[in-house]
């Protein structure tokens, strides 16, 4: 025990002297909790900017302006000219331009007095223009639904129709669930999944530079060794998680709603399991150079098709079956259930189970076929 | 605490008829030898002659296809925890924990074993006094060999492998290694120790052992195996175009002349007598030998006599 203690307090003295690998495994995980926050806050309330240009220039365009200034998301800029508004656009100033036809308010005038007397005509008595840009296809889609429901609305009030039928929408999660509260335990799980898995590279280093060797000619237990590295990574998973937590609890007021205990222990059943999966990749590679590869290629589509940042509904089905096989999908689907209430991928206790037998996979594999020199 | 089996006088290791093979290539292929208390013995041979894997199934890294090693009374195959207590390795690794301080690293080897010298007197033994506080990483060369042969006596060890510990190092720094080593020789420590340069094992090596190809081709003394191999010394001196070679060739001792580079080599059983004759044979035309001396066969010469090659290729 005493061993342990004392190679464990080495392991880490050798962790936190090594600037690098403090920024890749608490900075890192920090400027992309605050990152993603800072977009995913910002998308919360989106403008638009909407050139305004009115070519009657009456009293009734004039409450149309008014009636569009209304809606909160929309910030109108007077334009003089179609192609004044056009050139704003094209610079990337505006994302629509929406242009009142000359001769509006007397078309509209004429139209409501020949109403009261015949029937409705079939089709409009005027139109607006609205120009905007496909390329930036949500924004446009977008803006075309909003100018669509002001001037639905603005025709009821020119007829005089009754609004019969409406919609309220609500959210459907119990709690409100912020695109940052997404992130943040999907962020906990990706550097957790880091750091198990880049524990391969400092394994196979050892192994290289004959530090393994070195240690198998004293009377150190094998176990001591890799109980040592287990602890270190184990609780640079805690501080990790911490920091992380913090951020999202202090900058984006992300709770936990679920069992502090419960949290604790993903945690560590999550790095163990990633450990796990380092030591398999240790096995494997010989080279420190060939473990730093293989481990930045394992991580992309551990991070990618696991929903932890891309949601599985936007995949398609192949990539969706590649993702439910992995590890990381259920440790993030885990951590968002207790932390966030987020919908479930699978019930809790088959994210646990799923992850225990991975880690019992992995354990099998490396007692296999891990080499120490 | 595993009782000493090593009585006085009998080997610290006894290897007998070791064989150890990876698939075809046989690394060690039926090799004896015994190395005896306080002896500092020296594995010679080239890269992939089957050095490192004897040392390895010495120090217990290594378990053997066949045949008997043991030591310091244990037998490797049963017994390597006990082994491992007691014995000191050096190994080819540039830093354990880089990032640690000297002090640091010594105590944790020291926390490796149950029985350990204080960290301090470790640290003047070698000299590591005014780089103790710093870390692995900023030590020089010299000083990082200094420190691992420092880690292979944290636990006062009776017996010491010494894995080409000079490999690298600048002229400087291996003397003051190699007077590490005759220290370790005068309190009575026994090594085993492997190098590259005889010159090295001609220093510090009691007895040395040439390996080749996972065999023991010669074993003795330096000396021993000098003489065995040339019985012949050579003389060297500047030509002196007035003796002709047949003169010198019928100088007493001489049984053979040879010319490199303007300098005239006459190879002798007897310099003495060779000697006053070339003086002799010189007066007489009027001259005198110049740049006159005496070679003995080294080491080296005994290598490649044996092997065919050059120790260092």
Redesign the interface.
């Known amino acids: 025990m005493r061993t342990l203690l004392r190679l464990t307090v080495a392991n880490a003295r050798s962790f936190v002297r090594d600037r690098a690998g403090m920024f890749w495994t608490l900075l890192f995980p920090v400027v992309f909790v605050l990152l993603f926050g800072l977009i995913f806050s910002g998308a919360q309330n989106p403008r638009y900017q909407i050139g305004w240009v009115d070519l009657d220039g009456s009293a009734a365009s004039a409450g149309l302006r008014q009636a569009f200034a209304r809606v909160t998301v929309l910030d109108l800029t007077t334009e003089t000219t179609e192609a004044a508004g056009r050139d704003a656009m094209r610079s990337g100033k505006l994302s629509a331009v929406l242009v009142v036809p000359e001769g509006y308010g007397a078309a509209l005038a004429a139209a409501s007095a020949a109403a009261s007397t015949t029937a409705a005509p079939a089709g409009p008595a005027v139109s607006l223009t609205l120009y905007t840009d496909p390329s930036q296809q949500q924004t446009s889609v977008t803006i075309q639904q909003i100018i669509g429901q002001v001037v639905g609305v603005a025709n009821q009030a020119l007829t005089r129709t009754p609004t019969l039928l409406g919609v309220q929408s609500k959210p459907l999660n119990t709690e409100n669930i912020s695109s940052t509260a997404y992130i943040v335990p999907s962020i906990l799980a990706m550097a957790l999944m880091q750091l198990g898995l880049f524990g391969a590279i400092p394994l196979v280093e050892q192994r290289e530079k004959l530090i393994l060797k070195r240690l198998g000619a004293t009377p150190l237990a094998r176990w001591t060794l890799v109980g040592s590295n287990v602890l270190v990574r184990l609780v640079i998973g805690l501080v990790q998680a911490v920091v992380i937590l913090g951020i999202g609890l202090l900058l984006f007021n992300v709770q936990i709603l679920g069992s502090l205990v419960l949290m604790t222990l993903l945690v560590l059943l999550g790095a163990s399991t990633f450990i796990a999966l380092g030591y398999v990749v240790a096995s494997f590679v010989r080279t420190e150079e060939a473990a730093s590869q293989t481990t930045s290629i394992l991580q992309f589509p551990l991070m990618f098709l696991s929903g932890i940042f891309f949601p599985f509904d936007i995949m398609p089905n192949f990539m969706r079956a590649v993702g439910a096989a992995m590890p990381l999908t259920y440790l993030g689907d885990a951590m968002r259930q207790v932390m966030v209430n987020g919908s479930a991928f699978a019930p809790l206790p088959v994210d646990i189970a799923v992850l225990a037998g991975w880690l019992v996979a992995c354990l099998a594999i490396s007692a296999r076929f891990f080499r120490w020199q | 605490m595993a009782e000493a089996r090593v009585a006085v006088g009998e080997p610290v290791i006894s290897v007998g008829d070791l064989h150890k093979s990876y698939g075809s290539v046989k690394a060690v292929d039926g090799i004896t030898f015994e190395v005896g208390a306080g002896e500092i013995f020296g594995l010679l041979g080239p890269n992939g002659a089957g050095k490192t894997t004897t040392i390895?199934i010495l120090?217990?890294?290594r378990q053997p296809d066949s045949g008997e090693a043991r030591v310091l009374g244990f037998d490797v195959a049963h017994n390597p925890?006990a082994i491992?207590?007691r014995?000191g390795?050096q190994?080819?690794?540039?830093a354990?924990?880089?990032?640690?301080t000297v002090r640091?690293?010594i105590?944790?080897?020291r926390?490796?074993?149950?029985r350990s010298l204080p960290t301090d007197q470790i640290v003047d033994a070698l000299d590591l006094r005014e780089r103790v506080n710093a870390?692995t990483m900023e030590l020089s060369g010299g000083q990082q060999q200094r420190l691992s042969v420092a880690?292979a006596l944290v636990n006062d060890p009776e017996l010491l492998f010494l894995d080409e510990p000079t490999t690298g190092l600048d002229p400087q720094a291996r003397r003051s290694l190699w007077e590490v080593v005759g220290g370790l020789r005068r309190r009575g420590k026994s090594i085993l120790l492997t190098t590259h340069y005889m010159e090295e094992a001609e220093e510090l090596c009691d007895r040395v052992a040439i390996m080749d190809h996972g065999h023991i081709l010669e074993m003795g003394t330096v000396t021993e195996l000098v003489r065995r191999r040339f019985q012949e010394r050579t003389i060297h001196f500047d030509a002196i175009p007035a003796l002709g070679d047949g003169r010198l060739g019928s100088l007493p001792g001489v049984r053979r002349v040879a010319a490199e580079d303007g300098v005239t080599v006459l190879y002798t059983a007897d310099v003495p007598a060779s000697i006053g004759a070339l003086l002799e044979a010189a007066t007489s035309v009027g001259q005198e030998p110049r740049n006159l001396h005496i070679l003995q066969a080294s080491l080296e010469d005994v290598f490649l006599a044996l092997t065919g090659r050059a120790l260092r290729d």
């Open positions: 390895e120090e217990g890294l925890a491992k207590e014995i390795v190994l080819q690794t540039t354990l924990y880089p990032r640690l640091e690293l105590d944790l080897f926390s490796f074993y149950r870390r880690l």
